[in-house]
Structures are given as C-alpha cells and as structure tokens.
C-alpha cells in the first residue's frame, strides 16, 4: 500500500501523519483507500500536517455501521491526535462523513473542501450492485468512476472483488450505502458557517454536476471549481489540477 512507512497504528486508529505547518485532514470514500490519495500526500507534506485516518468501514458493529457514526469516530481521532483547529478534505462518501463531522464540530473546522461528495445525492456503481463473481462486469462498474476507464486497474479491480466477495464486508457496504442516501444533508447546509471550497469532475457520473451544482448553492461561503475529463475521484485521475485548486484556494482563505 502507498505510504505505508507512514502508517501509524494506535488503538482503534491507523492513520498516516505526515509533514508540519496547519492540519490539514483526508477522508476517503467507501471504497478507497490510502493510496488514493498518493498524490496529494506527497504534494501537501511539505507544508502541512498532512493526516489521513482509514475509516472503519468494516469493523464497526453491524447496527452501528453508518455515516453519523463515522462522524463519531473521526471526532475520536481528532481528540486523540490533540487537534484544536483543522482544515478537512473529504472525497464521496469521506466528503459526507466531513459534513455530518461540521454539523456537530464546526467551531474545530477552519475550512471544508469536498470532492464527488454524497450528502446530497449520489448515483453509487451507476444504480445496480456489482455482480460479485464477475469481475469484468465489476471493471465495468468501477470504471463508470473514471472518465479515463484506465484507472479501473487490475488491482483496483482485484480489491474491489476481493472486498464485495467477504460476505461481512458487502453487508457493511450495503449498510453505509443506504445510510448515505438516508442521511441528507439538505437542510443543514445553509447553517455551514465556515468557507467550503467544491472541486468537482466535470464528467461526474456518482454525483452528477448538478449535486455539484446544489451543494454550492445551498452553502453560504462556498466556491465551485471544476476539473474537465474527470470523473468522481479527481484526486486520482488529476492529481496536478486538484492540488493545484486545493493549494490556491487554501492559502487565498487561510491568510484571509
């Protein structure tokens, strides 16, 4: 896995915790991981905190598998790394976690960018569940996350199969799943006092451009940015673009 010698494990926690200056926090989406994020550890290392939790998406008890609960749990990491003000990233499913996160916890958050997030609606594998024992149908599907079908790669595909393959595991991504949809942030998002920076695929097919659209109308202190030929994980597909959006707009707000 990518950056695995920066991989610390303490207690319920295994995170990456990486560079100096502001915090500066990712969460991943329901099937992401670490390495999704490569690009912009290494990009924001250098004058950040850079800390990124694996959310526990498999190990948290069955009836509490949810996105609020996720919520919970990043509030605990952030108690355990002794954070008072912080700057957070999340992309899809992370990006939700964020905002459940700022509903309860805003006077922590100095700034929120969201990328792909659900909250609002989202469009998961293109609307039916992968056939788990076919794999090209499931490279099919993943590729739906991409504008470039390059990216569903064989060991993103071979991940992806093995994960919706542990029975335990595909209940608890039903679970989020449902909980994502259940979970609209609708009503909450006009209350968001601090600034919100939207990074969005232009060619989005998990949350479309116009849950884009909506999330930047309905948050008060909110700027959209879009990346053409891109889908739902931007950071992946456009590392150079998205940090480049993110850099900008980050040290424009933070000295503000």
């Known amino acids: ?73 990043l509030d605990r990491f952030i108690r355990h790394v002794g954070l008072s003000q912080f700057n957070l990233l999340g992309n899809s499913l992370g990006g939700h976690v964020a905002l459940v996160y700022c509903t309860k916890y805003a006077d922590k958050v100095r700034t929120l960018i969201l990328t792909g997030s659900s909250g609002l609606y989202e469009n998961a594998f293109g609307g039916s569940f992968p056939r788990r024992e076919d794999k090209e149908y499931l490279r099919k599907k993943i590729a739906f996350t991409f504008y470039d079908p390059k990216h ?16 335990a595991k595909l209940i608890r991504i039903l679970s989020l799943a449902k909980s994502a949809i259940r979970h609209n942030m609708a009503k909450d998002l006009p209350n968001l006092k601090m600034p919100v920076c939207l990074i969005w695929g232009a060619q989005d097919g998990v949350t479309p451009p116009h849950v884009a659209e909506e999330f930047h109308a309905l948050i008060p202190h909110s700027e959209l940015f879009w990346i053409e030929e891109c889908g739902h994980a931007a950071m992946m597909e456009h590392p150079d673009k998205f940090n480049a959006i993110v850099d900008a707009w980050l040290g424009k707000t933070l000295a503000g």
Request: hydrophobic share 40%.
């Open 152 to 167: 569903a790669t064989d060991d993103l595909v071979e991940e992806c199969y093995h994960t919706v393959n542990d029975k």
């Open 1 to 73: 896995m990518a950056n695995e010698e920066h991989l610390k494990r303490e207690g319920e926690f295994t995170y990456i915790d990486v560079g100096d200056g502001p915090p500066l926090i990712f969460l991943h989406g329901l099937f992401g991981a670490l390495s999704n994020f490569e690009g912009p550890i290494k990009h924001f290392g250098g004058r950040y905190r850079v800390l990124m939790p694996m959310l526990p998406l498999y190990t948290l008890p069955m009836l509490n598998t949810n996105v609020p609960a996720l919520a919970d749990f």
